[in-house]
């Protein structure tokens, strides 16, 4: 069941004060982070933010609306085949697995399906500052785990 829990931090102490607190409740959580430049924006992926609706209403314009739409703009799969033709064009590199290869593309500013987590709360918080004048959100994702994992952030 989600629940949401709005905390106020006006420093970066308080912040890693509160995830701090957070970590203690219970060390088998495992706990993933996702920052936000805005607090009105929704959990969506990069190809869902650009282009246009069948209207022809800009998408980032419809964030909240909650409104059904489709969208004209070229597919993932149209996308990341031109990505990686390109790549190869310039005789570099790239992974063969599907998932990383939208990993990188991502990287590289292609809209993909994939949304960013990172289990580094800073890292969070690097993307949700992206501008100072408005009230940012970072997202907190706890699942129980068996067993502690060693994660490393997800780029």
């Not at 597919?75 to 590199?93: C, D, H, N, R, V």
Request: hydrophobic residues 30%.
């Amino acid at each position: 069941m989600l629940q949401e829990n709005v905390d106020k931090c006006d420093s970066l102490i308080d912040y890693i004060k509160l995830i701090t607190k957070i970590r203690a409740k219970d060390e088998e959580k495992e706990l993933w982070f996702r920052g936000q430049p805005s607090s009105e924006f929704r959990l969506s992926p990069s190809i869902w933010r650009h282009g246009k609706t069948s209207s022809g209403m800009k998408l980032t314009d419809m964030n909240t609306s909650g409104e059904h739409f489709s969208t004209i703009c070229p597919p993932e799969t149209y996308m990341l085949q031109k990505f990686i033709a390109g790549l190869k064009s310039e005789g570099i590199s790239c992974p063969n697995n599907y998932i990383d290869q939208l990993e990188l593309a991502q990287h590289y500013g292609i809209p993909t399906n994939l949304l960013d987590w990172s289990s580094d709360p800073l890292v969070a918080l690097y993307f949700a500052a992206g501008n100072p004048d408005r009230k940012f959100t970072y997202l907190l994702f706890q699942r129980k785990s068996d067993r502690k994992k060693n994660c490393s952030p997800i780029r």
